[in-house]
């Protein structure tokens, strides 16, 4: 699924991110540590190498809502975007705000940095338990705005979702996107 918008792709495709080519930026969701043992987070640090996870390390982590940038190593990238994703809760601790947050660091970052194309997972919506409608959802309206405020800074955006539940989810979130 690819919606132009602005000049920028939009696009959620069904996928294995570490497998996907053509990207400048991965994107991995973490805890403020900026590592998990497990999901994208795990298989990307897999196939960067170790390398990554010092590099990691010298960052010090991030509060939750921020994004941080380093190198992306053996991995099929150029860079690879480390943000603390929000843990879902209950909606009522500003779950939303910082998952959006996320997602326009990693987009700012991108930029700064003169990526043109991003891979990114769906935030949240594993071990964190983000609802994945509202999650899609905030991902896109995310990425909308930060195009309409910054009209080509991004050749695409692209969701690379392992499950088809996951892609069909924002496939819709694209399609709905005016």
Known sequence: MEKEYKGTKICAVQGDITKTEGLDVLVIGADESLYLDSGVCKA????????????????????????????????????????????????????????????????????????????????GTGVYHFPLDLASETAINTAKKFVDENAGALESITWILFDEQTFKTYEAAITAMV
């Open 44 to 123: 990307i640090h897999s196939i960067a190498g170790p390398e990554l996870l010092q590099e990691v390390k010298k960052l010090g982590g991030c509060k939750t809502g921020e994004a941080r940038i380093t190198g992306a190593f053996d991995a099929n990238a150029d860079f690879i975007i480390h943000t603390a994703a929000p843990k879902w809760q209950d909606g009522m601790h500003d779950e939303v705000k910082l998952l959006s947050s996320c997602y326009k660091s990693i987009l700012t970052l991108a930029a700064e940095n003169k990526a043109k194309n991003i891979g990114l997972p769906s935030l």
